[in-house]
């Protein structure tokens, strides 16, 4: 079993449109988590963390269940620049595991 | 500059041939890691290293060595490039002891083994 699973999508939205995807893991020892974006195979870079009462950061909303052991991210008000591919990304032991990513394309 | 330099970006080899993938950084991390990254799959740890002296296999290390030459440089080295072995391979840095803090990647390194 993976580490971190994600649906892959992809997920297509018109913009405007709230999108949300969750992501799952396996070791409930988990420490701390995150969501990366990835735009066309660059480099990952760091969206948000994730904690435990939940956060928000501009449109984006994260949440963590631990008892479910799933993570979530929702983008409201969707816009062009949203289309990337967001990695949901879990800290066990000072090491990172990575989701496959969910690719989210979002047309005008 | 960037905090975290790959190189080289984009390279071409054949099967057999040793090559070196480099990474520097000027952020100070204690804390480096090399992964790659194969559609489909995310990315998966080959090694990683906490400091000078500590050299750690990951998830899929077997045909890659490393070498931390100091604090600031992490190399990878495939001794005998394969084909599977063709993927993007990310370096990246993370401040030690705060483990709720992210990574800091490198711009990659795509590798074709021909």
């Known amino acids: 079993r993976k580490e971190v699973e994600q649906d892959p999508g992809p997920f297509n939205v018109p913009e405007g449109a709230t999108v949300a995807f969750n992501c799952t893991y396996s070791?409930?020892?988990?420490?701390?988590f995150f969501w990366y974006r990835q735009d066309c195979r660059k480099e990952p870079k760091l969206l948000m963390s994730?904690?435990?009462s939940g956060n928000e950061d501009g449109r984006f909303t994260a949440q963590l269940n631990r008892a479910s052991q799933y993570i979530s991210l929702l983008i409201r008000d969707s816009k062009l620049s949203d289309s990337a591919t967001y990695l949901c990304?879990?800290?066990?032991?000072?090491?990172?595991?990575f989701g496959a990513g969910t690719t989210v394309t979002v047309r005008a | 500059d960037a905090d975290v330099t790959q190189t080289p970006r984009n390279r071409i080899t054949k099967t057999g041939k040793r090559i070196m993938l480099e990474c520097s950084q000027t952020?100070?991390?204690?804390?480096m890691y090399w992964y790659r990254q194969d559609p489909g799959l995310g990315l998966r740890l080959i090694y990683y290293?906490?400091?000078?002296?500590?050299?750690n296999k990951g998830e899929i290390s077997d045909g890659y060595s490393v070498s931390r030459q100091a604090q600031a440089k992490f190399s990878l080295s495939l001794e005998s490039a394969i084909p599977n072995q063709t993927a993007l391979y990310f370096c990246?840095?993370?401040?030690?002891?705060?483990?709720?803090?992210?990574?800091?990647f490198g711009s990659g390194t795509r590798l074709t083994v021909v």
């Open positions: 990304v879990v800290n066990s032991d000072y090491k990172l595991s």
């Open positions: 070791n409930s020892a988990s420490q701390s």
């Open positions: 994730v904690y435990s």
């Open positions: 952020k100070g991390h204690d804390r």
């Open positions: 290293s906490f400091d000078v002296k500590d050299i």
């Open positions: 990246a840095t993370q401040r030690p002891q705060l483990t709720n803090y992210g990574y800091t």
